[in-house]
């Protein structure tokens, strides 16, 4: 087992991180930018590193600083958390390389899922449902044009190193398509330094479902059920849920088994996300996989009663699961929402001073934050300020608790998403099991629902820092 572990994150992720570790008796670095120098990560942590000012590429986005924090640190290991560099296969070989070992997969697998023009190729291999689409990226406007007059439009050009929502436009007409592409190709070469594009065949009122696997380095691969994250606005999550509701035991079996599928596939060895469209006929399509630690991840850790942090650990040091698929038992019904600092009617960010917080308890009730007012929230990373997370006997049960653990908590000073929570959790076509990706806009702002109307159900989950 390692003896320290440098986190490469911030907020509640890196929090999560040190408390895994103290109980399984590792010591823990937090590597911080200057923004967070007062953050309870860094107060937890048994040793803490500046790594660089406010804004993210300077510090979180700082492979050289990271890496070399972890050797002033005397650090056998690195977790990336989420986001920021956890996906990013040029740090895992680069930890490779100075003998530090990175918490994920390795970076071979992270270069083939990342690539999503060929992770759809992988897919189709493994004999994995995929999305109609080009089966690789779109030299140009012009084949673009071949693309969608041969699947029919609407159509979702994509970012192939993108995720977040970045990167990404529909076109519903042919008229709109060169300009779409090129805007497309700009911001994907901002965002992800790859303007490689590539199309798909929009799939409308879907549902977005996906399968936490897990895989050792011995070749064993298990799945711990799926999550349904369907109620999302602008592509970012707000609320999931496991297991996802209304879907046939065929469709449950079919999704777990193409999940694994896939894992074996990229010999995929860690913790890992494969997520899934499912239409309105139950038929299910590969998105993409997430080769890193979901922010949801609660969820399946409350009906599984498995640590998926303490896996990824136990994984990269080389252990084994020391468990088979049969013996996985997923208990009752589990629903996270998202606490961000954003107005909950416009979604604009709420940064500022958080001067009271008072997070819900109680049977069944699980918050992770990193909040500790008073504190900053600070203008420059994710707006994720909590996690509130509640288990049921059954979905019933586990919609009730989260609607007495959302109208006890108490947060003063900036403006937070709840009343958009309570909001989903009252609407019938979310209690009734049938919610998709297209319903959150009816349920916001003017301005979501213009943008949801000419956005795709098909999107990956998260931002550049919070991927889903």
Same mark, same amino acid.
């Given at each position: &087992?390692?003896?320290?572990?440098?986190?490469?994150?911030?907020?509640?992720?890196?929090?999560?991180?040190?408390?895994? $570790?103290?109980?399984?008796?590792?010591?823990?670095?937090?590597?911080?930018?200057?923004?967070?120098?007062? %953050?309870?990560?860094?107060?937890?942590?048994?040793?803490?590193?500046?790594?660089?000012? !406010?804004?993210?590429?300077? %510090?979180?986005?700082?492979?050289?600083?990271?890496?070399?924090?972890?050797?002033?640190?005397?650090?056998?290991?690195?977790?990336?958390?989420?986001?920021?560099?956890?996906?990013?296969?040029?740090?895992?070989?680069? $930890?490779?390389?100075? %003998?530090?070992?990175?918490?994920?997969?390795?970076?071979?697998?992270?270069?083939? &899922?990342?690539?999503?023009?060929?992770?759809?190729?992988?897919?189709?291999?493994?004999?994995?449902?995929?999305?109609?689409?080009?089966?690789?990226?779109?030299?140009?406007?012009?084949?673009?044009?071949?693309?969608?007059?041969?699947?029919?439009?609407?159509?979702?050009?994509?970012?192939?190193?993108?995720?977040?929502?970045?990167?990404?436009?529909?076109?519903?007409?042919?008229?709109?398509?060169?300009?779409?592409?090129? #805007?497309?190709?700009?911001?994907?070469?901002?965002?992800?330094?790859?303007?490689?594009?590539?199309?798909?065949?929009?799939?409308?009122?879907?549902?977005?479902?996906?399968?936490?696997?897990?895989? !050792?380095?011995?070749?064993?691969?298990?799945?711990?059920?799926?999550?349904?994250?369907?109620?999302? =606005? =602008?592509?970012?999550?707000?609320?999931?849920?496991?297991?996802?509701?209304?879907?046939?035991?065929?469709?449950?079996?079919?999704?777990?088994?193409?999940?694994?599928?896939?894992?074996?596939?990229?010999?995929?060895?860690?913790?890992? @996300?494969?997520?899934?469209?499912?239409?309105?006929?139950?038929?299910?399509?590969?998105?993409?996989?997430?080769?890193?630690?979901?922010?949801?991840?609660?969820?399946?850790? &409350?009906?599984?009663?498995?640590?998926?942090?303490?896996?990824?650990?136990?994984?990269? #040091?080389?252990?084994?699961?020391?468990?088979?698929?049969? %013996?996985?038992?997923?208990?009752?019904?589990?629903?996270?929402?998202? &606490?961000? #600092?954003? !107005?909950?009617?416009?979604?604009?960010?709420?940064?500022?001073?958080? @001067?009271?917080?008072?997070?819900?308890?109680?049977?069944?009730?699980?918050?992770?934050?990193?909040?500790?007012?008073?504190?900053?929230?600070?203008?420059?990373?994710?707006?994720?300020?909590?996690?509130?997370?509640?288990?049921?006997?059954?979905?019933?049960?586990?919609?009730?608790?989260?609607?007495?653990?959302?109208?006890?908590?108490?947060?003063?000073?900036?403006?937070?998403?709840?009343?958009?929570?309570?909001?989903?959790?009252?609407?019938?076509?979310?209690?009734?099991?049938?919610?998709?990706?297209? !319903?959150?806009?009816?349920?916001?702002?003017?301005?979501?629902?213009?943008?949801? #109307?000419?956005?795709?159900?098909?999107?990956?989950?998260? =931002?550049?820092?919070?991927?889903?």
């Amino acid at each position: &087992m390692f003896h320290k572990i440098l986190i490469a994150n911030r907020g509640e992720i890196a929090l999560r991180i040190i408390r895994t $570790c103290r109980e399984l008796g590792i010591r823990t670095v937090i590597a911080h930018s200057k923004a967070d120098a007062d %953050s309870l990560p860094v107060r937890r942590a048994d040793e803490s590193i500046c790594i660089g000012p !406010d804004d993210a590429r300077s %510090s979180y986005l700082n492979m050289a600083s990271i890496v070399s924090a972890a050797a002033i640190t005397d650090s056998d290991a690195i977790h990336p958390g989420y986001g920021f560099l956890a996906e990013n296969p040029a740090f895992a070989d680069i $930890c490779r390389a100075c %003998s530090i070992t990175f918490i994920g997969p390795s970076p071979e697998a992270i270069r083939l &899922m990342g690539d999503k023009a060929q992770a759809r190729q992988i897919a189709q291999q493994a004999g994995v449902p995929i999305v109609p689409g080009s089966e690789h990226p779109l030299r140009d406007g012009a084949e673009a044009r071949e693309l969608a007059d041969r699947i029919g439009y609407p159509v979702m050009l994509k970012a192939a190193a993108g995720g977040g929502g970045r990167g990404m436009r529909v076109v519903r007409e042919a008229e709109n398509l060169q300009s779409s592409f090129a #805007a497309c190709q700009s911001e994907a070469a901002a965002a992800f330094g790859s303007s490689e594009i590539y199309g798909e065949k929009l799939i409308e009122r879907a549902r977005h479902v996906e399968v936490q696997v897990l895989g !050792d380095k011995s070749g064993m691969r298990v799945h711990l059920g799926e999550r349904d994250c369907s109620v999302q =606005r =602008r592509h970012q999550k707000l609320i999931e849920e496991s297991p996802a509701p209304g879907l046939g035991a065929e469709t449950r079996a079919g999704l777990h088994r193409a999940a694994l599928a896939l894992a074996h596939a990229v010999n995929y060895v860690s913790a890992g @996300t494969v997520e899934f469209l499912v239409d309105e006929s139950e038929r299910f399509y590969f998105i993409e996989m997430n080769t890193r630690i979901q922010v949801e991840h609660p969820v399946t850790e &409350m009906v599984t009663g498995i640590d998926i942090v303490r896996e990824q650990v136990r994984i990269a #040091a080389g252990e084994p699961l020391g468990y088979r698929q049969d %013996s996985i038992e997923l208990r009752g019904h589990a629903i996270e929402c998202r &606490m961000n #600092a954003e !107005d909950p009617d416009t979604f604009a960010p709420s940064a500022g001073r958080v @001067t009271a917080w008072t997070p819900p308890g109680g049977y069944g009730v699980r918050v992770d934050s990193h909040l500790a007012a008073p504190c900053v929230v600070p203008p420059f990373y994710d707006s994720l300020l909590a996690k509130i997370i509640v288990h049921g006997a059954d979905r019933a049960e586990a919609i009730d608790r989260m609607r007495r653990a959302l109208g006890e908590t108490i947060i003063q000073g900036v403006k937070t998403t709840i009343p958009f929570h309570l909001k989903v959790l009252g609407d019938p076509g979310f209690l009734g099991g049938s919610f998709t990706t297209a !319903d959150a806009a009816r349920l916001g702002d003017a301005e979501s629902r213009s943008a949801t #109307a000419s956005r795709s159900a098909t999107a990956p989950p998260g =931002r550049s820092e919070r991927r889903g």
